[in-house]
């Protein structure tokens, strides 16, 4: 049996392993979450097959049970996504993600997997830009399911192809990352075209009209009238980075996290931030709390970008002081 290349991608970095059988062998221990740095270390791979293990603390992972009566047909997964994206605090329609249905005892189960924006951005720079081919990319605790040694269950893995609904595996397509980006360019562009178009009808339309000046006879001599004073509709007003108020409370007993997490949030542009601990140093998970859904939408992908939180600990709480109380935990 050859080897098999294995790569466990986790919060702080990566690891390469060698699996032979049951048999596994440390190749390299990246401690960085830079994708250039990431790059260099990866390039004995350059053209290889591998597989990708994900830590749980970088994937989305939901089990749901489903109606019995729930019909696996084409249009399936875009019901699916309808369902769980709204647990999902980033746009989960432009990701790369899959499901399985699994039936047991008369009862289904849909299983969707999906890596973070920011992981799977850096997957599909890797797959472009070094020709690395992931045959198999798959969260830990799925792995774990076939062996104790999750490094070990990924490698005897054996749904890799078939029908959508049988198979839980992400194929990454090397041009998928610059295609997005493209096809993003294109609306814009053509949103800003149909706004131009749309707004030049509407002034010619009504506001030309408004400013035609009027004139009274009176004893055969012509007296313009007054225009009409136009009033600017006023505008709703924006919450702005810089009037946001954030604290970063640490809950582990590592000193100066907190410190090291402001820095990191002031530098995209959340200047109002302060640090302190929190309640107690016995957080296992990172939790963060926003006073409204207002701030959550307008905050909430800068944050994710420097703290690991998942779903379940991204909190509205209209009672907290500050528009937004981050609380790191162990993980």
Same mark, same amino acid.
């Given at each position: 049996?050859?080897?098999?290349?294995?790569?466990?991608?986790? !919060? $702080?970095?990566?690891?390469?392993?060698?699996?032979?059988?049951?048999?596994?062998?440390?190749?390299?221990?990246?401690?960085?979450?830079?994708?250039?740095?990431?790059?260099?270390?990866?390039?004995?791979?350059?053209?290889?097959?591998?597989?990708?293990?994900?830590?749980?603390? &970088?994937?989305?992972?939901?089990?749901?049970?489903?109606?019995?009566?729930?019909?696996?047909?084409?249009?399936? !997964?875009?019901?699916?996504?309808?369902?769980?994206?709204?647990?999902?605090?980033?746009?989960?329609?432009?990701?790369?993600?899959?499901?399985?249905?699994?039936?047991?005892?008369?009862?289904?189960?849909? $299983?969707?997997?999906?890596?973070?924006?920011?992981?799977?951005?850096?997957?599909?720079?890797?797959?472009?830009?070094?020709?690395?081919?992931?045959?198999?990319?798959?969260?830990?605790?799925?792995?774990?399911? !076939?062996?104790?040694?999750?490094?070990?269950?990924?490698?005897?893995?054996?749904?890799?192809?078939?029908?959508?609904?049988?198979?839980?595996?992400?194929?990454?397509?090397?041009?998928?990352?610059?295609?997005?980006?493209?096809?993003?360019?294109?609306?814009?562009?053509?949103?800003?075209?149909?706004?131009?178009?749309?707004?030049?009808?509407?002034?010619?339309?009504?506001?030309?009209?408004?400013?035609?000046?009027?004139?009274?006879?009176?004893?055969?001599?012509?007296?313009?009238?007054?225009?009409?004073?136009?009033?600017?509709?006023?505008?709703?007003?924006? &919450?702005?980075?810089?009037?946001?108020?954030?604290?970063?409370?640490?809950?582990?007993?590592?000193?100066?996290?907190?410190?090291?997490?402001?820095?990191?949030?002031?530098? $995209?542009?959340?200047?109002?931030?302060?640090?302190?601990?929190?309640?107690?140093?016995?957080?296992?998970?990172?939790?963060?709390?926003?006073?409204?859904?207002?701030?959550?939408?307008?905050?909430?992908?800068?944050?994710?970008?420097?703290?690991?939180?998942?779903?379940?600990?991204?909190?509205?709480?209209?009672?907290?002081?500050?528009?937004?109380?981050?609380?790191?935990?162990?993980?």
């Amino acid at each position: 049996m050859a080897k098999t290349k294995v790569i466990y991608w986790h !919060r $702080l970095g990566l690891k390469v392993y060698d699996v032979d059988k049951n048999k596994v062998d440390l190749l390299r221990n990246i401690e960085t979450t830079d994708l250039q740095e990431i790059q260099e270390h990866l390039s004995f791979l350059k053209d290889s097959e591998v597989n990708l293990l994900l830590s749980d603390a &970088i994937s989305y992972l939901f089990k749901n049970e489903i109606a019995s009566e729930e019909i696996i047909d084409d249009g399936f !997964r875009n019901r699916l996504l309808e369902i769980v994206k709204a647990d999902i605090p980033e746009d989960f329609s432009n990701f790369s993600w899959d499901y399985k249905v699994v039936e047991a005892d008369g009862k289904k189960e849909v $299983l969707v997997f999906a890596p973070i924006a920011e992981v799977q951005n850096k997957i599909n720079e890797l797959s472009k830009n070094l020709g690395i081919k992931f045959v198999v990319i798959e969260p830990e605790s799925v792995s774990a399911d !076939r062996d104790p040694n999750p490094i070990v269950g990924i490698v005897k893995k054996n749904d890799i192809k078939g029908n959508d609904a049988e198979v839980l595996n992400i194929v990454v397509d090397e041009n998928t990352g610059e295609n997005k980006n493209i096809f993003k360019v294109v609306l814009i562009i053509l949103g800003i075209i149909v706004f131009i178009i749309g707004n030049y009808f509407l002034y010619k339309k009504f506001f030309i009209k408004k400013i035609e000046t009027k004139k009274i006879i009176v004893e055969n001599v012509a007296v313009p009238t007054t225009l009409p004073t136009i009033i600017p509709t006023p505008t709703t007003t924006e &919450i702005k980075l810089e009037n946001l108020s954030v604290i970063v409370q640490n809950g582990t007993k590592t000193v100066g996290k907190a410190g090291k997490i402001v820095d990191k949030i002031k530098a $995209l542009g959340i200047v109002n931030v302060v640090g302190g601990n929190a309640d107690n140093t016995n957080y296992t998970e990172s939790k963060v709390y926003f006073k409204n859904d207002i701030v959550k939408n307008i905050v909430v992908d800068k944050l994710l970008s420097v703290v690991v939180i998942v779903p379940t600990n991204i909190i509205i709480d209209n009672s907290i002081e500050n528009d937004v109380k981050l609380i790191l935990g162990i993980n």
